[in-house]
């Protein structure tokens, strides 16, 4: 794209401020995705920090808790671990009522269930490892208030933090199967289209038949064969989505190797591999970004499907749809909230890069205004 073809596109897309503010949000929940764990309330492995006593409590819930320290600490881990995996906790959580800290002891009554109560206590020799630490310290060290800001799930893991790292596996599920679809299609549809004969016989065979399985159903057989698991949903959605990308490329491809350059170019002696990347490629890029921008969104419906289903990523992985799974069966009771809200945040990211890929679309129309 030439100078003045850039300037053209960009001033078009700016004119389109849905797009605008739809790429502003698809950054903001890439920073949060790489950022998960810094961000989140709980940054333990996979948001997986579990206490049933308070269980499927609503937004903005909040708790008293007592730390009792492990025996074994947790070994300390670089930046970069913590920024990947998170750090495991060198306490548990235990949820409390109230407490009071008598001369020698810190006295509580820790919570059961919603109406049930037990007392507990720890000496302070015991718990402070015999630091001297007066009872402001104590205090400070031992006792934590936590708020649970979209509430809790049905183990009494954090809502907000579950739903932080979901975006981890939305945008990286999107992101590979966007990588490996556009890649195969491309590569595919160049073939096809550039040579003809017998090349593009096999290749629109190939098309037509994957084409002819329903997109599940072959995920469903892909995912079987490779087994369940992190890795396997992505490359499992990424062979699918590959179809629609090479039949769009062919029918560019054909048409663009009967222009005159392409003409010029075979005339002096370019190879056809040099023909096709360096002439044809660059040219079918505009309607291969906007494919892109809705296989990204076609991508994340599908892992949230399959993940609903039980067969992508597995539990304790935090995925948007296996935590609709998880809490679905709460819509007909008094907390629907544990589903809706992973179910808003999935409409609302595939929202956004289908306005985007509207946007692109519109922006790269040559025969726009």
């Known amino acids: 794209m030439n100078t003045q073809g850039t300037s053209r596109f960009w001033k078009r897309f700016r004119r389109n401020k849905a797009a605008l503010i739809s790429i502003i949000f698809i950054v903001l929940v890439v920073v949060l995705a790489i950022f998960a764990y810094p961000l989140s309330p709980d940054d333990s492995p996979n948001a997986n920090t579990m206490t049933l006593e308070i269980a499927t409590k609503q937004p903005g819930y909040s708790c008293l808790f007592l730390k009792k320290f492990k025996s074994i600490q947790s070994a300390d881990v670089s930046s970069f671990e913590y920024l990947l995996h998170g750090k495991e906790k060198n306490y548990e959580l235990i949820p409390i009522l109230n407490y009071r800290i008598t001369s020698d002891s810190i006295l509580a009554n820790r919570i059961v269930d919603e109406t049930l109560t037990e007392p507990i206590g720890f000496a302070k020799k015991t718990i402070s490892s015999n630091e001297a630490l007066n009872d402001n310290q104590l205090i400070k060290k031992y006792i934590t208030k936590k708020t649970f800001w979209l509430g809790t799930d049905r183990y009494g893991r954090d809502m907000l933090s579950r739903l932080i790292l979901g975006t981890r596996v939305s945008m ?133 499907g399959l993940s609903f289903l039980g067969i992508g990523v597995q539990p304790p992985v935090s995925s948007w749809g296996l935590m609709i799974k998880e809490n679905y069966n709460f819509i007909i009771t008094n907390r629907p909230m544990l589903a809706i809200i992973p179910g808003i945040a999935i409409m609302m990211i595939v929202l956004a890069f289908n306005l985007l890929g509207n946007a692109l679309r519109d922006a790269l129309d040559v025969k726009g205004n």
């Open 172 to 304: 990286a599920v999107g992101f590979i199967a966007v990588i490996l679809s556009i890649f195969i299609g491309v590569m595919l549809g160049a073939l096809s289209g550039y040579f003809g004969g017998w090349t593009d016989q096999l290749i629109t065979w190939l098309i037509n038949v994957i084409w002819a399985i329903p997109t599940l159903l072959l995920v469903f057989a892909i995912t079987f064969a490779l087994g369940k698991g992190f890795w396997q949903i992505f490359i499992a959605v990424g062979l699918t989505m590959w179809v629609g990308t090479a039949r769009l490329i062919r029918g560019q491809v054909m048409s663009l190797k009967e222009m005159e350059y392409i003409q010029a170019a075979r005339t002096m002696g370019f190879s056809s591999t040099r023909i096709i990347v360096k002439h044809i490629i660059p040219n079918v890029l505009g309607p291969t970004i906007v494919l892109a921008a809705g296989n990204f969104a076609t991508a994340i419906l599908i892992e949230a």
